[in-house]
């Protein structure tokens, strides 16, 4: 990566409009390190969530707060099965919208995909592909696959107040660091 942007700044998010994407500098981030997301209390280990099921804490010295949880390979996940999901509860200070960023990992293209639900919606799940399929933990936005190579993404509006984030198995394998809420 060398001297590549890692990750942005808490100063240059203040200067970057609505318009303006981040998604293109989240590709250098390895997820070895703090994100600088406006309100730090807004990150959340994976491995700190409420895991249920087949999810499971790995131990990895290349994840942020040394481990991550995926599924073991093998897992029949089902989006209707409440036992395979890792759960996250944030306090939302300021009510707006909201993206989620990820710091995900892949083993291959059968372990690449999560379904994820913020307060219990949409009901399917947000269908989320994981864009590095290289068994390298990587930063990414969570967004829902609309059809072949088109996907969205996940903006959701919150409320202040407590709000539940949860990550459902999809395809046995792939893993979870951490995760952070972002106001747009
Ligand atoms: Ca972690």
Redesign the pocket.
Known sequence: MGSSVRWVTAASLSLCASACSLRGLSEEFD?TETPAVEDPSLVR????GQRSGAFFVVEDSE???????RTRPGTTCSSEDPNNKVRFEFEVDVTGDYQIRT?AIAPDELSDSFLVRVDDAPDEGYLYMLPNKTGVIFSDLVHHETGQEMKQLVVVPLKEGVHAVEFFCREPGAGL??IALERR
């Open positions: 997820g280990e994976a491995e700190a994840a942020r707060g040394g481990a991550y949880v710091g660091d951490w």
